[in-house]
């Protein structure tokens, strides 16, 4: 009957294997994710171009969504918002969904509403590597299959780090360094063995928000353990506008929008973005949210929702008024990426991501190695590696 520790090593090298070539390219792909926002503004690119700061107030919304409109006009736009940074010293990104659920970006100066550049963001490099890395470039499919080489990579972290711990204390020392003066099977063996045991702490994170995305009963548990155990609130009642008070004209929110927006820029000091979306309906309420500094590394954004028509406030939401749970998912993103630690949170993400990448080619070359060796050295192999 094998033991404990080789039925753990026959399930991390069956599943290794198995999920190998997806743990690569996810891993790989991660990797790159992890710095766009550095990548792009170094090199002016997209969505996180630079633009030159002035003095001048900010366009308002009728500005900025009659300009996108005019730009957007061949387009069925199911969906359309916008974000201006207060700062002043990056370009407006207007959002917009269309009905076939692809994405175009529309860059406009934040001072004067006009745009900046094209920006053909179905090809752009970041989200072609983002297509790559939540689908496997095969649509609906990749996604299902990422999903689940998610959850086994969840489980051969935890499958190494029982195998990583050594039968007895003389061998840590080997498990917490690596040797690398030692030649071909050891050194490859020690980048697997002890570069996975220090990546498993942080990646462990990283495949956990993604599985907050894949599964809705991790992404219910999360929040269920955020809260203590304590129930998931139900879905909050749709808020909508009061539609007797329709005028005649298009457009109707416009001057309530750009009323509140004046209303919210007044304290840049304590803002970091804000938000405008684009009512979809007649019905629909005329939503801003606002992301304040304390938030800069993660989703710190409160949500206030108005009557199109009025201007009447109909919800406010801010971020410390959610349970925690709430709190945790609004996060789930930044803790994925590390943005949520800063520099050394994002730093920390893109080593883990590149060794997890690492991981099924070392792991290959340790499991061919091993059916190679010959029967009278296999003794001495396992010594080794004790």
């Not at 997209?46 to 005019?70: C, M, Q, W, Y």
């Not at 003066?181 to 498993?200: P, T």
């Not at 599964?215 to 548990?221: A, G, K, L, T």
């Not at 979809?280 to 590394?297: M, P």
Request: charged share 20%; aromatic share 14%; no cysteine.
């Amino acid at each position: 009957m094998m033991s404990f520790k080789k039925v753990t090593g026959k399930i991390h090298l069956w599943l290794g294997l198995a999920s190998g070539l997806v743990v690569f390219i996810v891993g790989l792909t991660g990797a790159i994710l992890v710095f766009e926002e550095e990548i792009s503004g170094f090199f002016n690119y997209g969505v996180f171009r630079k633009v030159e700061k002035t003095g001048h107030p900010f366009a308002l919304p009728s500005n900025i969504f009659a300009v996108a409109d005019s730009a957007l006009q061949n387009k069925k736009i199911a969906r359309t918002y916008y974000t201006v940074y207060t700062t002043g010293d990056r370009v407006n990104a207007l959002w917009a969904l269309d009905s076939t659920r692809q994405y175009h970006a529309v860059l406009q100066n934040p001072y004067t509403g006009k745009i900046v550049s094209g920006f053909d963001y179905k090809n752009a490099f970041f989200t072609i590597i983002l297509y790559i890395h939540i689908t496997l470039a095969i649509g609906e499919v990749g996604t299902m299959i990422i999903s689940y080489a998610t959850l086994v990579f969840v489980i051969l972290m935890i499958t190494g780090i029982i195998l990583w711990k050594p039968a007895s204390s003389k061998g840590y020392k080997q498990r917490f360094t690596i040797k690398w003066n030692a030649k071909g099977k050891r050194l490859n063996y020690d980048l697997h063995n002890v570069l996975g045991f220090y990546m498993a702490w942080v990646a462990i994170f990283i495949a956990l928000t993604g599985l907050v995305w894949s599964f809705e009963w991790m992404n219910n548990s999360v929040q269920w353990v955020a809260n203590g155990g304590k129930a998931i609130p139900l879905k909050r009642e749709r808020l909508a506008s009061d539609t007797a008070a329709i005028s005649s004209g298009a457009n109707h929110f416009l001057t309530v929008a750009d009323s509140l927006f004046i209303h919210f820029a007044k304290n840049p000091d304590k803002t970091r973005a804000i938000r405008v979306y684009k009512p979809n309906s007649a019905s629909d309420a005329l939503h801003f949210t606002i992301e304040t500094d304390k938030g800069s590394n993660y989703a710190r954004a409160d949500d206030y929702f108005y009557d199109q028509y009025s201007g009447k406030l109909l919800s406010m939401q801010p971020f410390a008024n959610l349970d925690n749970g709430q709190k945790v998912r609004r996060m789930n993103y930044y803790i994925h990426v590390g943005s949520i630690g800063g520099l050394t949170g994002k730093l920390l993400a893109f080593f883990a991501s590149l060794i997890a990448a690492s991981l099924p080619i070392t792991g290959f070359i340790v499991w061919r190695g091993r059916r190679k060796t010959k029967p009278g050295l296999k003794r001495t192999a396992k010594n080794l590696m004790k």
